[in-house]
């Protein structure tokens, strides 16, 4: 270890260079960096000197650890008095201890300083320098931390490579940050490949690169730079390859400037001002050779305008403009040779004209204009190749005329126009070739007509017109093929009518009709196949008439005429049942039920909850049920209920609980959990007979009685019947 004095003069804040260009008079002005007075001053170096100089903080903390390479035998002042001579290639490590720092050079922000200072031995020439080295002590460690660097001035005219930051692209394996440093000044170097330079140097706020050479690649140069508001021109002649320009401004979420650089070259600009939220405007570069611009403006939140980029090349437009909030006008963009252009303007939600686009090649559509709230005007577009228009239009609230697009080639129309909440008229389009609806036009609530569709070849209808709240009349469409008619009409508040369909292939009928409040008669159609049934008619409130559905092959029952208002429950075939839960539930006028087969019945609960009306019930075999909890709550005419089997069930709550009238049977054979048949109105003679039937308790289980008159003459003798059985009576 030799001593060496590597004083220098100083440069102050007025000495820091950078570029200067033309910015458009509307452009924002950016705020100066402004150097911290209280910070150590670094020395000004010359072009053609080699050395570095670097500012460091040195928290109150025990985990000040820095190491550096440089190629070319060096020596290295840590700048507390240590001053080391290390050969070419060999790391150099340090550890700063708090105390041992002065405290005259303790910053406003609260940490100590040094500078730490690195020039090469006799003779040596630097051609690298790494920052991104791991101190012996953390070595092995998977705890990212941070190098503690704020300034740093380079000159290294022989140095083809600058690792200041991590090259992953992933969290986990990162090696350092420089999540403090706030100026590069970067005097000479002889760097062509500039990729992950600044990579995640989150403060720094005023940068010079000069090399004397042009830039081969820069990707991901300033990604998630958040501090940086203007970039400084960097000569990027030469990069060309097929990485060369991506993500390099990706996550600088201050960026107001961008220079004009020359991307003369530059084939992918992938991800280049993703999540610039600050962006306005940007300079007009030659993309005369640019395939892909996939998301490169995406989520540039205040972008209000877009130059009139040369496109001509362009195949892949991906998320170009997704996110772009504030922008409302798109130029003319020559998409000749486009192919890709999956969610190119969704979330544009200011946009409300498209120009002239040609899609003649496109073969990807969707979510084109997914989110384009404010949309009112889209021309004809010629998509003959596409065969997938998922959610190309979904979230156009403002769109009241469906553009003619041509779908000859198409397959999907899954979610195209939903939550198209104004839309008023659709073209008949050609879609012979369609094999999925699935929620084409939900949410389309101010939709009362649909043109007949050709679905001679669809198989998926769900959730087709859900949601249609001014839907009158059904569409006369094929549905011979059609397995799938969940929510189909879920939401067509005014369809008075059910349509007549062909839905022999049908096997999942899941809230095809919910909340249709206008629909009073059921359509015949044939459900043999069907094997979902929960909701199929939930909260049809005016629902009176329904024919005798063959639901053979039916599993699930779940809601399936909650809140209807018929008097006579249908004829079903529950023969394959399993889940009947709510089934009936808040079914006011239901007086009678057919003596249904639920020998496989599992969950019955809330099946009969809130028929106001209904007085008496067939005999039902329960012996599978494990659920009742609910069953016959608040059914206030009940008065009667036959023996039921309750020996498998695991849930009883409320089972009889608010049955005002009821006065006889209700007995839970074989039940070993809570029950409650609170304000019933059974006499001690019928609590008696409950009591009997009752079976084990499983371990603490209360029977609840509060509320009938025949509890008050229960004899000692007749509780016991209970208590012997390990049950608690309350009431």
Same mark, same amino acid.
């Given at each position: ?45 010359? +072009? ?426 059904? +569409? ?93 429950? +249908? ?161």
């Amino acid at each position: 270890m030799s001593s060496i004095n590597l004083n220098s003069s100083t440069v102050t804040n007025k000495n820091v260079v950078q570029w200067v260009y033309p910015i458009s008079p509307d452009i924002p002005e950016t705020q100066s960096w402004v150097r911290p007075s209280d910070w150590l001053s670094l020395p000004e170096l010359s +072009p053609s000197e080699q050395r570095f100089v670097g500012l460091m903080a040195i928290p109150d903390r025990t985990d000040n650890y820095v190491a550096l390479t440089v190629s070319g035998s060096y020596i290295i002042d840590w700048g507390d008095g240590i001053i080391e001579s290390m050969s070419s290639g060999v790391r150099a490590q340090h550890y700063y201890d708090y105390n041992s720092i002065s405290n005259s050079t303790t910053s406003s922000r609260g940490y100590k300083q040094v500078v730490v200072s690195v020039i090469p031995q006799g003779g040596q020439i630097f051609t690298l320098l790494s920052l991104q080295e791991r101190h012996n002590f953390l070595t092995g460690s998977s705890v990212v931390y941070d190098t503690g660097w704020l300034d740093m001035n380079i000159s290294m005219p022989s140095a083809s490579r600058l690792n200041l930051s991590t090259t992953s692209q992933t969290f986990f394996t990162k090696v350092l940050s420089n999540g403090m440093v706030e100026r590069v000044n970067i005097t000479s170097s002889n760097v062509t490949d500039a990729s992950f330079m600044f990579r995640e140097f989150y403060q720094l706020q005023s940068v010079t690169f000069n090399s004397s050479q042009p830039l081969n690649t820069f990707t991901f140069g300033f990604s998630d730079c958040f501090s940086l508001q203007s970039a400084p021109f960097i000569n990027t002649t030469n990069c060309s390859g097929s990485f060369a320009f991506t993500n390099v401004f990706r996550n600088c979420r201050s960026l107001i400037n961008v220079p004009i650089y020359n991307t003369s070259n530059v084939v992918n600009m992938t991800n280049m001002f993703n999540g610039c939220r600050a962006l306005q405007t940007i300079p007009l570069l030659d993309t005369s050779r640019v395939t892909d611009f996939s998301s490169m403006f995406n989520g540039c939140n205040t972008l209000q305008t877009i130059p009139l980029l040369n496109t001509t090349s362009g195949t892949n437009f991906t998320s170009m403009f997704a996110s772009c909030i504030s922008l409302k006008e798109i130029p003319l963009l020559n998409t000749e040779n486009g192919t890709n252009f999956t969610a190119m303007f969704n979330g544009a939600s200011a946009i409300e004209r498209i120009p002239p686009i040609n899609l003649s090649r496109a073969t990807i559509v969707s979510s084109m204009f997914q989110n384009c709230a404010r949309l009112i005007e889209v021309p004809s577009l010629n998509t003959r190749l596409v065969t997938d228009f998922t959610q190309m239009f979904n979230g156009c609230s403002s769109l009241r005329i469906a553009p003619f697009v041509n779908t000859i080639s198409a397959t999907s129309l899954l979610a195209t126009f939903q939550n198209c909440a104004s839309l008023e008229k659709v073209p008949l389009y050609n879609t012979a070739n369609v094999t999925a609806f699935s929620s084409t036009f939900s949410g389309c609530s101010r939709l009362k007509t649909v043109p007949d569709f050709d679905t001679r070849n669809c198989t998926n209808f769900s959730g087709m017109f859900g949601g249609c709240n001014s839907l009158v009349k059904a +569409p006369n469409i094929d549905t011979r093929r059609g397995t799938n008619f969940s929510n189909m009409f879920n939401g067509c508040q005014s369809l008075l009518v059910a349509p007549e369909y062909n839905t022999a292939s049908g096997s999942n009928f899941n809230s095809a009709f919910s909340n249709c409040f206008a629909l009073y008669k059921a359509p015949s159609w044939d459900v043999s196949r069907g094997t979902d049934f929960g909701g199929m008619f939930n909260n049809c409130s005016s629902l009176k008439i329904v024919p005798t559905l063959n639901t053979v092959s039916g599993s699930s029952f779940l809601s399936m005429f909650r809140g209807a208002m018929f008097q006579t429950a +249908p004829s079903l075939s529950l023969n394959s049942a399993t889940n009947c839960s709510n089934m009936f539930f808040e079914c006011a006028n239901l007086i009678t039920v057919p003596p249904y087969n639920t020998s496989n019945v599992l969950d019955a609960s809330s099946m009969f909850r809130a028929c106001t009306s209904l007085q008496t019930l067939p005999q039902l075999n329960t012996q599978r049920c494990s659920a009742f909890n609910s069953i016959f709550q608040d059914c206030v005419s009940l008065r009667e209920v036959p023996m039921l089997i309750f020996s498998a069930s695991s849930n009883n709550t409320l089972a009889f609980s608010g049955c005002n009238s009821l006065a006889s049977g209700a007995l839970a054979s074989g039940s070993t959990r809570a029950i409650s048949y609170a304000n019933c109105r059974l006499s001690s003679g019928s609590l008696r007979e409950i009591f009997t039937f009752l079976g084990t308790a499983a371990g603490s289980q209360i029977i609840t009685i509060t509320g009938n008159y025949g509890s008050a003459s229960l004899s000692a003798g007749d509780r016991a019947i209970a208590t012997g059985k390990g049950w608690t009576i309350a009431g």
